[in-house]
C-alpha cells in the first residue's frame, strides 16, 4: 500500500516556506525523499531512519515520525531551483523495494 | 561521482516486439532495482535483484518481463512482447550495501532513465 502524500500541489512565492507530509499505514524502516525535475530521474534528498530524526542540509530539512509512520520535508526560504515533484519513497524492515507517494508538485515563482 | 547509467535514452518499438534496457548500476552496489513511471505518475517498483537472484518483484513484473546481469557491470531488464500500456519511464536504481556504506545510511540511486514507447 503506497504511503499518502499532501498536498498534492503547492505554489509560492520565491522565499515562502512549504511542508509536503508524507504518511503510511505500515511500520517503516525508513523514508526516503526524492526531487524529480520534469523528464528527468528522481534525485535523492535524503534518508531517515529512526523516529523524531531530523536529518537536513542547507534550507531542506526533514523528519520523521516512526511512531505515527509519518515523515514530513520541510523546505524553507525556497529558491526557484526547488520546483519540482517531490516524493517520498518508504521502506518497510524486510523488503528490498521502494514504495513510492504520488508526489507533490511545488512550484516556485519569482 | 559515480552514477547509474541507461541505455537507450529513448526507444520507440511497434507492440509485439521485445525490447531489452540496459543499466550500468554504480559499481561497488550490491542491490539493483528496476522501476517504472508512466507520464505524469507515480514512480513503481517492479523487481529488485541481488545475489543473481530476484529477490522481489511487484505484480506488474508478470510473465512477459525479465532481468539479467549477464557480467559483472550490465544489469538488464527484458519485456518479450511489448504492450501499449508498457510505454513509460523505465528507472534502473541501485544501491549498497556494500564495503565502505555507513550502516543504515544507504538509498537508492537512480539512473537517468529510457523512455519507452509501444505503438
Known amino acids: 500500500q503506497q504511503p499518502v502524500q499532501s498536498p498534492q500541489a503547492v505554489i509560492l512565492r520565491e522565499g515562502e516556506d512549504a511542508v509536503i507530509n508524507c504518511s503510511s499505514s505500515?511500520?517503516?524502516?525508513?523514508v526516503h525523499w526524492y526531487r524529480q525535475k520534469h523528464g528527468e530521474a528522481p534525485v535523492f534528498l535524503m534518508i531517515?531512519?529512526?523516529?523524531?530524526e531530523q536529518k537536513g542540509h542547507e534550507k531542506i530539512s526533514a523528519s520523521f515520525n516512526e511512531k505515527k509512520q509519518q515523515s514530513s520535508l520541510y523546505l524553507t526560504a525556497s529558491q526557484l531551483s526547488y520546483s519540482g515533484t517531490y516524493f517520498c519513497?518508504?521502506?518497510?524492515?524486510?523488503?528490498?523495494?521502494?514504495?513510492f507517494g504520488q508526489g507533490t508538485r511545488l512550484t516556485i515563482n519569482p | 561521482e559515480p552514477e547509474v547509467t541507461q541505455t537507450p535514452s529513448h526507444q520507440v518499438t511497434q507492440m509485439g516486439q521485445e525490447v531489452i534496457l540496459r543499466c550500468v548500476p554504480i559499481?561497488?552496489?550490491?542491490?539493483f532495482y528496476w522501476y517504472r513511471q508512466i507520464l505524469g505518475q507515480k514512480v513503481e517498483f517492479l523487481v529488485s535483484?541481488?545475489?543473481?537472484?530476484?529477490?522481489?518483484k511487484s505484480e506488474i513484473f508478470d510473465d512477459q518481463f525479465s532481468v539479467e546481469r549477464p557480467d559483472g557491470s550490465n544489469f538488464t531488464l527484458k519485456i518479450r512482447s511489448t504492450k501499449l500500456e508498457d510505454s513509460a519511464m523505465y528507472f534502473c536504481?541501485?544501491?549498497?550495501?556494500?564495503?565502505?556504506?555507513?550502516?543504515?545510511?544507504?538509498?537508492?540511486?537512480f539512473g537517468p532513465g529510457t523512455r519507452l514507447l509501444v505503438l
Open positions: 531517515l531512519l529512526k523516529g523524531g
Open positions: 519513497g518508504t521502506e518497510v524492515k524486510g523488503a528490498q523495494k521502494l514504495v
Open positions: 559499481s561497488n552496489h550490491l542491490y
Open positions: 505500515k511500520a517503516l524502516y525508513s
Open positions: 535483484f541481488y545475489n543473481n537472484e530476484i529477490s522481489e
Open positions: 536504481a541501485s544501491r549498497i550495501p556494500g564495503q565502505g556504506a555507513i550502516k543504515g545510511q544507504e538509498t537508492q540511486y
